[in-house]
Antibody
Framework: QIQLVESGGGVVQPGGSLRLSCEVS????????MHWVRQAPGKGLEWVAV????????IYADSVKDRFAISRDNSKNTLYLQMNSLRGEDTAVYYC??????????????WGQGTLVTVSS | EIVLTQSPGTLSLSPGETVTLSCRAS???????VAWYQQKPGQAPRLLIY???SRAAGIPDRFSGSGSGTDFTLTISRLDPEDSALYYC??????????FGGGTKVEIK
């Protein structure tokens, strides 16, 4: 059974930092690209970042480039999102998600339950 | 940047009806790299359709996708109250790498 479990969300002040984690099980983690997608309260979905299976390729949305860093530890079956210089507009539920298949194109078949990040003073 | 525009914003229908949701891209999407997702309140999205017309595992054949170029559609036939949800389209391969449409809310009376 494939599971993705996010953690690390919470309340942080503007300009602060937070690291999200996504622990996975039920599949060979290192063979799949992994993504972060966020959803602001009452809003639609926004793709944030992707990392390739071995972590060599990382691509970001413009809105988070140079502030967020995606990484993975394949020995721990865990995906991370380091978020720095947080802004109010980063307030959202953050989902980790796994690709449908190995390689392109990227469709998101498995999702975690999400973790809420609130940026507020 | 590829922008996906979904229409209509909200639909209200009766059980048993058929509905077609639209997703229009600001520029042509190569190789029909479009997916559709269903999201219910408080839940993560669920992949329904990928490659514009392929159903994901476990998705009933009441859900079908079509389209090419800039115009894509999701059709849901024989609507069930369980189909009440938000539906999002997604493209792959443009800039940014993945983008989602704004969503269509489907309400089943």
């Amino acid at each position: 059974q494939i599971q993705l479990v996010e953690s690390g969300g919470g309340v942080v002040q503007p300009g602060g930092s937070l690291r999200l984690s996504c622990e996975v099980s039920g599949f060979t983690f290192r063979t799949f690209d992994m993504h972060w997608v966020r959803q602001a309260p009452g809003k639609g979905l926004e793709w944030v970042a992707v990392t390739s299976g071995e972590g060599y390729i990382k691509i970001y949305a413009d809105s988070v480039k140079d502030r967020f860093a995606i990484s993975r530890d394949n020995s721990k079956n865990t995906l991370y999102l380091q978020m720095n210089s947080l802004r109010g507009e980063d307030t959202a539920v953050y989902y980790c998600a796994r690709d449908l298949t190995i390689g392109a194109p990227d469709y998101l078949e498995y999702w975690g339950q999400g973790t809420l990040v609130t940026v507020s003073s | 940047e590829i922008v996906l525009t979904q229409s209509p914003g909200t639909l209200s229908l009766s059980p048993g009806e058929t509905v077609t949701l639209s997703c229009r891209a600001s520029q042509s999407i190569s190789s029909r790299y479009v997916a559709w997702y269903q999201q219910k309140p408080g839940q993560a999205p669920r992949l329904l359709i990928y490659d514009a017309s392929s159903r994901a595992a476990g998705i009933p054949d009441r859900f079908s996708g079509s389209g090419s170029g800039t115009d894509f559609t999701l059709t849901i036939s024989r609507l069930d109250p369980e189909d009440s949800a938000l539906y999002y389209c997604q493209q792959y391969g443009g800039s940014p790498l993945l983008t989602f449409g704004g969503g269509t809310k489907v309400e089943i009376k």
